[in-house]
Structures are given as structure tokens and as C-alpha cells.
């Protein structure tokens, strides 16, 4: 490795000339780094106990999206049809069109007929772990 043998007066000076441009000129940030928005004891006190009806996930939804991130990750299973509120489901479909979402998935060996399709195409996670050959084994994909 070449970093090694370069000599210590000279690495200082590569550092203090790159400070100075970094002062003169900074460069623009192109991103943020990620931000977690919890629900946590506070926010169940003001919005109610869990499971929260769709309408309140569209609002927090909207509300994270006002602030214009990269992209909205949502680490929470939407397994069944909300019943708490009429046309809930729709609400949050309406919150999420448009925005780069990412949501929670859970593998189903066969579609439940109890619910109608979505009609949102969906492409399934290619797994990193292999299929072992010969045996059973547990695999994301």
C-alpha cells in the first residue's frame, strides 16, 4: 500500500490544503443521513393505543413526507383490512401514491381469498442466503 509510505509532513500538508478548500468552497450535501421516527410512549399517549387506525399512519406518512426524504421506510405489517375507520385503507394508499416507500412485507405461501387483491404488482425479494441443495433450510427468498 502506497498510503503508507507517504511522508508525515507531506500527509499534513495534503490534510491542511484539503481543510482550506473545505472552508473556501464546501461542497453541497447530497443527502442526510437517515432519520428513525419512532412511536414511543409519548406518541401513544397523544394518538392512542396501538394499532393506530390507517388515517394516523396517512398523517405521519404525509407529515415525514413534507420534510422531503430520499425515501420512507415503514417497518410495520398491514395484514389486515382496517375496520376501525371507513375508507381508511384508502386514505393511506392516497398518502403513500407518489413518494418512494418502502413497506413490510411477510411471505405467504398462497394469496388469502379473504381479502381482494390490490391490484399493485409486486416484485419478491431475491434472497441473499442460498438454498442449500439436498435439505431443507430456512430462506428469505
Not at 48 to 68: D, H, N, S, Y
Not at 121 to 139: E, F, L, Q, V
Amino acid at each position: 500500500m502506497l498510503v503508507g509510505l507517504e511522508p508525515l509532513p507531506l500527509a499534513a500538508l495534503r490534510d491542511a490544503t484539503f481543510d482550506a478548500y473545505q472552508r473556501l468552497m464546501p461542497r453541497d450535501r447530497a443527502s442526510a443521513p437517515a432519520v428513525i421516527v419512532e412511536i414511543d410512549e409519548a406518541s401513544l399517549d397523544l394518538k392512542g393505543q396501538w394499532p393506530w387506525p390507517r388515517t394516523v399512519v396517512a398523517e405521519l406518512i404525509r407529515g415525514i413526507g413534507a420534510a422531503k426524504p430520499a425515501a420512507i421506510g415503514v417497518d410495520l405489517l398491514f395484514v389486515e383490512p382496517d375496520r376501525s375507520t371507513a375508507g381508511a385503507d384508502q386514505v393511506l394508499a392516497d398518502a403513500l401514491h407518489g413518494r418512494d416507500v418502502v413497506l413490510g412485507i411477510a411471505g405467504l405461501e398462497r394469496r388469502d381469498r379473504r381479502y381482494p387483491s390490490t391490484g399493485i404488482r409486486t416484485r419478491a425479494p431475491r434472497s441473499a442466503i442460498p438454498r442449500s441443495r439436498g435439505r431443507r433450510c430456512w430462506s428469505a427468498g
